[in-house]
């Protein structure tokens, strides 16, 4: 990992000083966009090209038939399904938290608007393959799906090459879950899929397509929003980590390392106020590393430009660089990491304390693990029972409600040159007998209806 030393130095631009991966995003976003494009006109005949181009495999039934998914769970280690149970449990309890209650405002009497939140009907979850099997990412999408009230839930994860199935862990996940729609598609190919629909395998479109994904899952999400609803688009994971001299350098090294395992293109920074503490953690790393069961990918992932250990002045020029940087996830590691937190503003997910390690997060805290990446925690949150959840207005006024602020809407509409507006209004207090001055104060006449 190399080091950046910004004492002594104005406020930096995190995003240039340590930038994300981003050149191989650039060309997946025009391929991406092709494949798109492909499953949209040609469905079924496009997914089973894709399949063998990318998968190698071919003749496999793209839709999971129920005993597949049956057969998984019964076939499932017992200590795997205990710890999914468990995760099920704890993000299902910290989901709830996540769905706003029923806000009545009445502005005056007999003017009421209330604030509710309706599920979207139907959702489609994308689940990876690739370098890991994520049964953890199964449960991430699903149960906030369920939590927020959708009514039906489809799965999509790449056909593994050789028998063209789905992995079975991903299968028992989701049939723990009760989600019986899986389909064994891969790729950018699965999101236009659950977009647009595919009528010669069954799947009807769904409204939010939501779940992690390689660079081309990610720009295929960019291709069609608009079409879909879709969380943010998870890219390449990284970890920031503040720490000051009293932390532990080798519970950062181990938590560098862990998300540096996930992919070449993972981000890992340490920003600290310690020079001592940043050569205690480069030494920990580099006795590490080697150790570790991938080795190779987590040493060019840290060896990358996206991964650095910066040096500040202080802890508020580290909260200052972190909000600037915006991580995905951020740890806080110091002495008091509860004083830090009113200041630390852009991070999809914060963990306080050495024993509130990114891990935690990942597969049994309770919260999320779909977070937001490549400093989209500027403006985007993590996957929620909030994504599948659209506010809706409802506006119920009655007719001396209605009275009491007719002259100030026609004095509105007549502003913006859209008299209508406010006709539409005085319309309703149009006197029987046919006299066109209409009765506003008081509004003792009857509705015109």
Known sequence: MRTIDL???AAPDAAALVPRATGARDNALRVAGELVADVRDRGEAALREQAERFDGVTGHALRVPHRDIDAAVAGLDPGVRSALERAIENVRRASAGQVPPPVVTDLAPGARVTQRWQP???VGVYVPGGKAIYPSSVVMNVVPAQV????AVALSSPAQRGDGKVHPTILAAAGLLGVDEVYAIGGAGAIAALAYGVHDIGLEPVDVVTGPGNNFVAAAKRHVAGVVGTDSEAGATEILVIADDWADPALIAADLVSQAEHDEQAGAVLVTDSSRLADAVLE??????????????????????????VLVDDLSAAVAFSNAYAPEHLEVQTRDPEGLLPDLTN???????????VSLGDYLAGSNHVLPTAGQARYAAGLGAQTFLRAQQIIAYDRAALAGVADAIVTLAQAEALPAHGEAVTARFVPLGGDDTPLVDGATAEPAR
Do not use: N, Y
């Not at 927020?148 to 009514?151: K, L």
């Not at 991070?347 to 390690?357: C, Y």
């Open 7 to 9: 004492r002594g130095a």
């Open 120 to 122: 979207v009907r139907r």
């Open 148 to 151: 927020a009230r959708v009514s």
């Open 284 to 309: 920990a790393v580099r006795a590490l590393v080697p150790r570790t069961r991938h080795a190779e990918r987590i040493h060019t992932a840290l060896a990358g430009s996206q991964s650095a250990i």
């Open 347 to 357: 991070a999809g997910a914060i963990f306080l304390g050495p024993d509130s390690p």
